[in-house]
């Protein structure tokens, strides 16, 4: 980052590379699979940081404060696609609603594909910061302080949103199994 400070081209291309895969991953888990909106978040992140290199501070460590960069750009971004959604309601078609993909079709090959399917469906309808936080845990395997400190919260507040996640996805799992078997018994 020194170097990148100093207008080194190749340093920078090298810092990217290094770390595109996982600021485009964590971009994808906050916008709940959306690829082309991740893509732009990844983007901007390291424009940003081209840009603006003096914005990292050597006190923290560049991953981690990476992951509260693209955090905060995913973040505000999708608030401003929700705010836009808002008023555009009226122009939503069915196909384009969560759940409703020829990725979700019923005719899966097998089984263990459509509990994949079944498990992104229930962790995209996670609450960003729920999303972000296990991925961030269990995904790119950061220790919960790293992690924490990567959505700028508390050790306790990443417990908290793990502990929720977890049980939301796992809640939402069981009801859709439990309404998976009652189907297939009719």
Request: aromatic residues 8%; proline residues 4%; hydrophobic residues 40%.
């Amino acid at each position: 980052m020194v170097r990148v400070a100093e207008g080194d081209e190749t340093a920078f291309e090298i810092l990217m590379r290094r770390h595109e895969d996982n600021v485009f991953r964590l971009a994808v888990r906050v916008f709940g699979g959306d690829a082309d909106e991740a893509r732009d978040v990844a983007q901007d992140v390291f424009i940003r940081l081209w840009e603006n290199p003096r914005a990292w501070k050597p006190t923290a460590l560049f991953s981690t404060w990476l992951y509260r960069v693209t955090m905060n750009r995913a973040l505000n971004r999708l608030r401003m696609k929700h705010v836009k959604s808002f008023f555009s309601l009226s122009d939503v078609k069915e196909e384009e609603l969560p759940g409703t993909t020829a990725a979700d079709a019923p005719d899966r090959k097998s089984m263990e594909d459509e509990e994949k399917i079944r498990f992104e469906r229930e962790f995209n309808r996670l609450p960003p910061r729920q999303r972000a936080a296990l991925h961030l845990r269990y995904r790119e395997e950061l220790p919960v302080e790293d992690a924490a400190a990567a959505l700028g919260v508390s050790v306790k507040s990443m417990e908290s949103l793990l502990y929720r996640a977890k049980q939301t996805l796992r809640a939402r799992l069981q009801r859709v199994n439990e309404k998976r078997s009652s189907n297939n018994e009719q």
